[in-house]
């Protein structure tokens, strides 16, 4: 899978702009706060309809622009495909092969992008909140109707919270309560059985790359932790919904107390464990960087082996935040597999087989100019 071509309208701070690319390495080069990661986020953006910086929308636009465009042409299995996502503060509207796609999540999956940043290296010692954005992103390109059922599950569960809010004090809209609990567990057994399958196959590809990293000493493991354990004990649809009843039945009352929904897949977590060690809690900075840099190469070989090809690869000046041995085992990942997107201040920390198959963009200011090495 390879992006050819991108054209920005409005967005961040291009106003116009057209760019070509190789199918190999690509580097932005410039100081820092000039567009490079912008136009990075341009690429994950027209990939994945969502930004890794930002939940609004407006953020992506120009403030005096009512909307703003990214179009781009991807080759997929010997297919050149355009892409086009208008973005405006009502949402946005996609377009494959200059078809317009009814639901984002009939788009997502076209175009499979991982992308690699600073804050990535926090996602063993981040919040919950992150690793469930992780999961969700990474899911939604290998099985796009995750993204609709994750939709839905958000808009049930504020529903349902705002009914609790409301009905602390009164039973009079118990039923619609118990339709709107029904149809959150019926979402949640979809959202888990997915969720238990990509981490069951994150563990495959991850565990051997943590052993590789650390010259066999280490063994990493990841389990997922659910708001309701009982549905880890066996991965059925129908036994996930009978627990998610029955918890419902023994937290209702605490929920009605609290109005707010206290259980299903928006309260679950990752945890990770090297050598059956909690590395978020006892394990050190390196254990914690190179088992999130795992989980990161990880990606991309279950990216593959689910769609038959290797995503695009997005680094925003990650090589700088990682020892020779980290970045050494990162660049040999997508070495002459991936084509890959590089955002630094220097070529200097580079290392040179990446540069002599590179071609470099200068950014200055939102203007980009191309030279090939």
């Given at each position: 899978m390879k992006l050819e071509s991108i054209e920005l309208t409005a967005y961040r701070n291009y106003d116009s702009l057209t760019l070509s690319f190789s199918d190999s390495v690509n580097v932005f080069l410039g100081e820092n706060a000039q567009g490079k990661t912008n136009l990075l986020e341009a690429i994950y953006v027209l990939a994945i309809a969502k930004s890794p910086r930002t939940s609004h929308d407006k953020d992506l636009i120009q403030w005096d622009r009512d909307y703003g465009k990214i179009k781009g042409r991807i080759s997929r299995r010997g297919q050149s495909i355009p892409l086009e996502l208008i973005i405006s503060g009502k949402g946005k509207k996609a377009k494959a092969n200059h078809l317009e796609k009814r639901r984002l999540s009939d788009y997502v999956g076209l175009c499979n992008a991982v992308m690699f940043a600073p804050e990535d290296l926090n996602l063993v010692k981040g919040s919950p909140a992150v690793r469930r954005r992780f999961i969700d992103m990474e899911i939604g390109q290998i099985a796009p109707v995750y993204m609709h059922h994750l939709g839905e599950y958000q808009k049930v569960l504020q529903q349902r919270n705002a009914l609790l809010r409301t009905s602390r004090h009164s039973s009079s809209d118990s039923s619609l309560l118990d339709i709107l609990t029904e149809r959150l567990i019926e979402l949640a057994s979809e959202i888990i059985n997915r969720r238990l399958t990509f981490v069951a196959q994150l563990n495959e590809w991850a565990a051997p790359i943590q052993k590789e990293i650390s010259h066999g000493r280490e063994h990493l493991s990841i389990d997922y932790q659910s708001s309701v354990p009982e549905v880890l004990e066996n991965a059925d649809s129908s036994k996930i919904v009978t627990a998610y009843?029955?918890?419902?039945?023994?937290?209702?009352?605490?929920?009605?107390?609290?109005?707010?929904?206290?259980?299903?897949?928006?309260?679950?977590?990752?945890?990770?464990?090297?050598?059956?060690?909690?590395?978020?809690?006892?394990?050190?900075?390196?254990?914690?960087?190179?088992?999130?840099?795992?989980?990161?190469?990880?990606?991309?070989?279950?990216?593959?082996?689910?769609?038959?090809?290797?995503?695009?690869?997005?680094?925003?000046?990650?090589?700088?935040?990682?020892?020779?041995?980290?970045?050494?085992?990162?660049?040999?990942?997508?070495?002459?597999?991936?084509?890959?997107?590089?955002?630094?201040?220097?070529?200097?920390?580079?290392?040179?087989?990446?540069?002599?198959?590179?071609?470099?963009?200068?950014?200055?200011?939102?203007?980009?100019?191309?030279?090939?090495r």
């Open positions: 009843q029955t918890s419902y039945e023994r937290l209702k009352q605490r929920e009605l107390d609290r109005g707010t929904t206290l259980f299903g897949p928006h309260r679950d977590d990752l945890r990770f464990f090297v050598n059956d060690k909690d590395v978020q809690a006892f394990g050190s900075q390196g254990q914690q960087r190179t088992a999130a840099l795992s989980v990161k190469l990880a990606e991309i070989e279950l990216i593959k082996h689910e769609v038959g090809e290797y995503p695009i690869l997005l680094l925003d000046d990650v090589l700088s935040e990682l020892d020779d041995i980290r970045k050494t085992h990162l660049l040999g990942a997508f070495q002459q597999k991936v084509q890959t997107f590089v955002t630094t201040t220097s070529i200097d920390g580079l290392d040179q087989s990446l540069l002599d198959r590179a071609t470099l963009y200068h950014i200055h200011q939102g203007v980009v100019d191309c030279a090939k």
